[in-house]
């Protein structure tokens, strides 16, 4: 059981090129969300799925597309990679999304940097 | 007000102390409220959950004031190892993703 496993660990883009950032878990989780974290603000949350062929908007979604056909993965999208796009990639999966069901479990992130 | 507030610290503490965070909410109808640890450069993990009559966990205690909107985490004992940045993270309940406050950076010193 691997828990939330994220691909790359770092990755240098420069601006404008696209790139997925990928991520599974092997935990037969409904819900996944990726979270952006930099320095000052905290995590915040960018997209969310609550289930296969399922997804929604979080508080920052501009310039990141996802997707999920299947339970076990949630790629990113970077459409056009800016600097402002510079941070700390965390994905997270949970069982379910009411009370403790959605305790949340992270991969291990991606640090990216766009020059 | 900020959805999720803590306090800002950084807190600088001897080994043997007692700390307390605190972690205030805006949403009346958050359901489900956690502390998260984060070491440097690393993934946050989920330290306690926190229930409402309150829960301890080793010289980890939680409690959440539903009345007043805030959850607290008290670390009895520090040692070195539970140097970290400490997170609280509240249900947004319509939809039920997690909001995090920005978290507490603590550091215990001998």
């Known amino acids: 059981n691997a828990g939330v496993t994220q691909t790359p660990k770092f990755q240098v883009l420069k601006t404008g090129q696209s790139m997925t950032l990928q991520c599974a878990q092997d935990m037969n989780h409904e819900y996944m969300s990726w979270y952006r974290q930099d320095p000052g603000m905290g995590l915040r949350l960018i997209h969310y799925s609550v289930g296969a062929g399922i997804t929604d908007q979080g508080e920052v979604p501009n310039g990141y597309n996802v997707s999920r056909s299947t339970t076990e993965d949630f790629p990113l999208r970077l459409l056009s990679a800016a600097p402002s796009q510079t941070s700390v990639y965390f994905c997270?999966?949970?069982?379910?999304?009411?009370?403790?069901?959605?305790?949340?479990?992270f991969g291990p992130g991606t640090r990216l940097t766009v020059l | 007000r900020k959805e999720v507030e803590q306090d800002p610290g950084p807190f600088n503490v001897p080994e043997g102390a007692t700390v307390a965070f605190n972690c205030t909410y805006s949403?009346?109808?958050?359901?489900?409220f956690f502390w998260y640890r984060q070491d440097c450069r690393k993934e946050p993990k989920l330290l306690m959950s926190?229930?409402?009559s309150g829960n301890e966990d080793g010289r980890f205690t939680a409690q959440l004031n539903r009345a007043s909107q805030y959850i607290s985490l008290l670390i009895r004992d520090s040692k070195l190892s539970d140097s970290a940045t400490y997170l609280c993270?509240?249900?947004?309940?319509?939809?039920?993703?997690?909001?995090f406050g920005k978290g507490t950076k603590l550091s215990v010193k001998p």
């Open positions: 949403n009346s109808a958050s359901q489900s």
């Open positions: 997270a999966s949970s069982p379910g999304t009411s009370g403790f069901r959605d305790t949340q479990y």
């Open positions: 926190v229930y409402s």
């Open positions: 993270a509240v249900n947004k309940r319509s939809q039920g993703n997690l909001i």
